[in-house]
């Protein structure tokens, strides 16, 4: 299957589109301001028309395979396996992980196979400017090389905590040529950086494309970021096929913030999850613990609510005002979900479990020291769910078949080093000072 083929399958889907509204069930929708409406409706009409049009698809395709760099790598895990196993206290055979290398693509993570895929629209919408909120800084890393590839003036917002944590990525995006506006307002962290850059958007929709990065937001972004990372699942299948011999994966496991990768690698299985083949599970932040109100958990302990202009599951107080999430991931601090998973939530399609920081920083020990990969810490709370994953399950492994887990690996950890250090309360300069080396417990 070519790159070509891999796109028109990833973006030829009708029946599992939203409604007109663009709602999943009750979720989703357009909960934005009255000046906005014409250019989500040209948006819509310009993305309908795109992903059924060859131009489109072979363009997209040839930037996904030059540029970006797909189809990205699925790579058995042997060390990390029998890690789990022994966590989990069954038999290493039992277990097989892989891992969907989102982290070799261009940039570092899955974040550019929908910039790209946005801005070859906004140039065809004639549009000059993109802006992008962005958290971890990978949207808006990926955001900043796309505009400079296409020639575009380029604004990010990003919350002022996050500006500090994610320092490297925040000199990345200035050196391609990106403004980067620091938001002190609220928690200062991805949930305020999506604020402002609705307002900018309101003020400047004529020459403005605002790069949403994840499957949030007002429609059609939640469908139309869905199906430019749709190609991570469809490649994943057809690699997964061919690695196990025509077996299928038993759970794909993900991290979920607003939950675009998760998206990405859920969606081309959902025929095999109507079926009962293949279990769907997404990973939230559990922050200092769900029961401490410090967390980036809506689909574990929030309620239906309106944020960043679609209905979807959202932390919010007993007055409905939005709470402050937390996560040492800058990528899931994030107080909502999109509104497919919200959808999926509700219908049993997947099931979402969460990992605390300290459970994120033994996952990311835990690759590094069994496969020789720095993770983003998105990423780590999926790889620290796979020991509570094997556990709970040690009763399908009985049948005597092996236990086969296919996890998306979103993005790279080069970005989370400092954020690391500073939570352990070590000095870079100080090298492998004692306590660096995790135990693997």
Same mark, same amino acid.
């Given at each position: 299957?070519s790159?070509?083929?891999?796109?028109r399958a990833?973006?030829g889907?009708?029946?599992?589109?939203?409604d007109?509204?663009?709602?999943y069930?009750?979720?989703?929708?357009?909960?934005?301001?009255?000046?906005?409406?014409?250019?989500?409706?040209?948006?819509s009409?310009?993305?309908?028309?795109?992903?059924?049009?060859?131009?489109?698809?072979?363009?997209l395709?040839?930037?996904?395979?030059?540029?970006?760099?797909?189809?990205?790598?699925?790579?058995f895990?042997p060390?990390?396996?029998?890690r789990?196993?022994?966590?989990?206290?069954?038999?290493?055979?039992?277990?097989?992980?892989?891992?969907?290398?989102?982290d070799?693509?261009?940039?570092?993570?899955?974040?550019?196979n929908n910039?790209?895929g946005?801005?070859i629209?906004?140039k065809?919408?004639?549009?000059?400017r993109?802006i992008?909120?962005?958290?971890?800084?990978?949207?808006g890393?990926?955001t900043a090389?796309?505009?400079?590839?296409?020639?575009?003036?380029?604004?990010?917002?990003m919350?002022?905590?996050?500006v500090k944590?994610q320092?490297?990525?925040?000199?990345?995006?200035?050196m391609l040529?990106?403004?980067v506006?620091?938001v002190s307002?609220g928690?200062?962290?991805?949930?305020?950086?999506?604020?402002?850059a609705?307002r900018?958007?309101v003020?400047n929709?004529r020459t403005t494309?605002?790069?949403i990065?994840?499957?949030?937001g007002?429609?059609?972004?939640?469908?139309m970021?869905?199906?430019f990372?749709r190609?991570?699942g469809?490649?994943?299948?057809?690699?997964f096929?061919?690695?196990?011999?025509g077996a299928l994966?038993?759970?794909?496991v993900?991290c979920?913030?607003?939950?675009?990768?998760?998206?990405?690698?859920?969606?081309?299985?959902?025929s095999?999850?109507a079926?009962g083949?293949v *279990?769907? #599970?997404?990973v939230?932040a559990?922050?200092y +613990?769900?029961?401490? $109100?410090?967390?980036? %958990? /809506?689909l574990?302990?929030?309620e239906?609510?309106?944020?960043h202009?679609s209905?979807?599951?959202?932390?919010?107080d007993?007055?409905?005002?939005i709470?402050?999430?937390?996560?040492?991931?800058?990528?899931?601090?994030?107080?909502?979900?999109?509104p497919?998973?919200?959808?999926?939530?509700?219908?049993h399609?997947?099931?979402?479990?969460s990992?605390?920081?300290?459970?994120?920083?033994v996952?990311?020990?835990?690759?590094?020291?069994t496969?020789?990969?720095?993770?983003?810490?998105?990423?780590?709370?999926?790889?620290?769910?796979?020991?509570?994953?094997?556990a709970d399950?040690?009763?399908?492994?009985?049948?005597?078949?092996?236990?086969?887990?296919?996890?998306?690996?979103?993005g790279?950890?080069? *970005?989370? #080093?400092?954020?690391?250090?500073?939570h352990? +309360?070590?000095e870079? $300069?100080?090298?492998? %000072? /004692?306590?660096?080396?995790g135990?693997?417990?």
């Amino acid at each position: 299957m070519s790159t070509l083929d891999i796109v028109r399958a990833a973006l030829g889907r009708a029946e599992d589109t939203p409604d007109t509204s663009g709602h999943y069930g009750p979720y989703g929708g357009r909960y934005v301001p009255e000046t906005l409406m014409a250019a989500l409706d040209e948006l819509s009409a310009a993305y309908d028309a795109a992903r059924v049009d060859p131009k489109f698809q072979a363009e997209l395709a040839e930037y996904l395979s030059e540029y970006v760099g797909r189809p990205t790598a699925l790579t058995f895990a042997p060390r990390l396996s029998a890690r789990v196993a022994d966590q989990a206290d069954v038999n290493a055979e039992q277990i097989r992980i892989y891992l969907k290398r989102e982290d070799l693509c261009h940039t570092g993570a899955h974040k550019i196979n929908n910039t790209i895929g946005q801005l070859i629209l906004a140039k065809a919408l004639g549009k000059t400017r993109i802006i992008a909120e962005t958290g971890a800084g990978q949207h808006g890393v990926a955001t900043a090389t796309a505009a400079a590839f296409f020639g575009l003036e380029c604004c990010i917002y990003m919350g002022a905590e996050d500006v500090k944590r994610q320092s490297l990525n925040v000199f990345r995006m200035k050196m391609l040529g990106a403004e980067v506006i620091p938001v002190s307002a609220g928690s200062k962290t991805l949930k305020d950086a999506m604020n402002e850059a609705i307002r900018d958007w309101v003020t400047n929709v004529r020459t403005t494309h605002y790069v949403i990065g994840s499957v949030a937001g007002p429609h059609p972004y939640p469908m139309m970021v869905r199906d430019f990372q749709r190609v991570i699942g469809v490649e994943a299948k057809k690699q997964f096929l061919k690695k196990e011999d025509g077996a299928l994966p038993d759970y794909i496991v993900a991290c979920v913030g607003g939950g675009s990768n998760a998206m990405g690698i859920f969606h081309p299985f959902l025929s095999e999850v109507a079926e009962g083949k293949v *279990k769907l #599970v997404g990973v939230e932040a559990a922050g200092y +613990g769900l029961e401490s $109100g410090k967390h980036g %958990a /809506p689909l574990a302990l929030g309620e239906p609510g309106v944020l960043h202009g679609s209905l979807s599951y959202v932390l919010q107080d007993q007055f409905g005002q939005i709470a402050e999430a937390h996560s040492i991931s800058a990528g899931l601090d994030y107080p909502g979900v999109g509104p497919e998973h919200s959808f999926f939530k509700d219908e049993h399609i997947a099931v979402y479990g969460s990992v605390t920081d300290d459970e994120a920083l033994v996952g990311f020990r835990d690759m590094a020291e069994t496969e020789g990969i720095l993770a983003a810490l998105e990423s780590s709370h999926a790889i620290a769910y796979l020991r509570k994953l094997v556990a709970d399950k040690k009763e399908d492994l009985k049948s005597g078949e092996p236990m086969r887990i296919l996890l998306c690996l979103s993005g790279r950890g080069d *970005k989370d #080093v400092q954020a690391i250090a500073d939570h352990l +309360g070590i000095e870079l $300069g100080d090298g492998l %000072a /004692p306590g660096v080396k995790g135990s693997g417990s």
